[in-house]
T-cell receptor, first 107, second 112 residues
Framework: GQQVQQSPASLVLQEGENAELQCNFS?????MQWFYQRPGGSLVSLFY?????KHSGRLTSTTVIKERRSSLHISSSQTTDSGTYLC?????????WGSGTKLIIKP | GGIITQTPKFLIGQEGQKLTLKCQQN?????MYWYRQDSGKGLRLIYY???????QKGDLSEGYDASREKKSSFSLTVTSAQKNEMAVFLC???????????FGPGTRLLVL
């Protein structure tokens, strides 16, 4: 089965609402990485998070290894946050990718 | 800082054609990757290279060749393009095995 399951597949919110994205994994990891991809654009690394909680502006990543999950929280969402968010499990030299969450923030 | 460039940005080919995609990085990173992304889906690893002249197959290597003749460059060849194939090919690099990956802007492939 899939080693990394990402949810939800899509999420539509009003500007100002908070977004919660989840990745669950079934194999051992060095770290969980979170990426942002604009429509038609490249990927930008948001977090490299082996465990615990990391903050970057309105973004928070939490990885709980013993529960085999990692989350990305976006507070006070803005229309410019719209795009696809991908998690990837870092297992030595390879990344095992989730299928992505398509986030749409309406004005 | 550094940058990853991919050429060409758009690639249109014919069925059966051999097509080559190029990637250059000036981070001085050891490890480079090629991924394929189909519309609305996650990334799948085609090839990666731990150092110059090294090649490792990913899950999607069949139908592709790769070449890492210099530390700064990593090429991918589609050996026989499939009709109606459409995908984005993304190149990435990282200093070592367990570290943040940095991505290029992608090459968009369309096969007629």
């Amino acid at each position: 089965g899939q080693q990394v399951q990402q949810s939800p597949a899509s999420l539509v919110l009003q500007e100002g609402e908070n977004a919660e994205l989840q990745c669950n994994f079934s194999t051992s990891l060095n770290s969980m990485q979170w990426f942002y991809q604009r429509p038609g654009g490249s990927l930008v690394s948001l977090f490299y998070n082996p465990s615990g909680t990391k903050h970057s502006g309105r973004l928070t990543s939490t990885t709980v290894i013993k529960e085999r999950r990692s989350s990305l929280h976006i507070s006070s969402s803005q229309t410019t946050d719209s795009g696809t968010y991908l998690c990837a499990l870092d297992s030595n030299y390879q990344l095992i990718w989730g299928s992505g969450t398509k986030l749409i923030i309406k004005p | 800082g550094g940058i990853i460039t991919q050429t060409p940005k758009f690639l249109i080919g014919q069925e059966g054609q051999k097509l080559t995609l190029k990637c250059q990085q000036n981070f001085n990173h050891d490890t480079m990757y090629w991924y394929r992304q189909d519309s609305g889906k996650g990334l799948r690893l085609i090839y990666y290279s731990i150092t110059e002249n090294d090649l490792q197959k990913g899950d999607l290597s069949e139908g592709y060749d790769a070449s890492r003749e210099k530390k700064s460059s990593f090429s991918l060849t589609v050996t026989s393009a499939q009709k109606n194939e459409m995908a984005v090919f993304l190149c990435a690099s990282t200093p070592g095995g367990a570290d943040t990956q940095y991505f290029g802007p992608g090459t968009r492939l369309l096969v007629l």
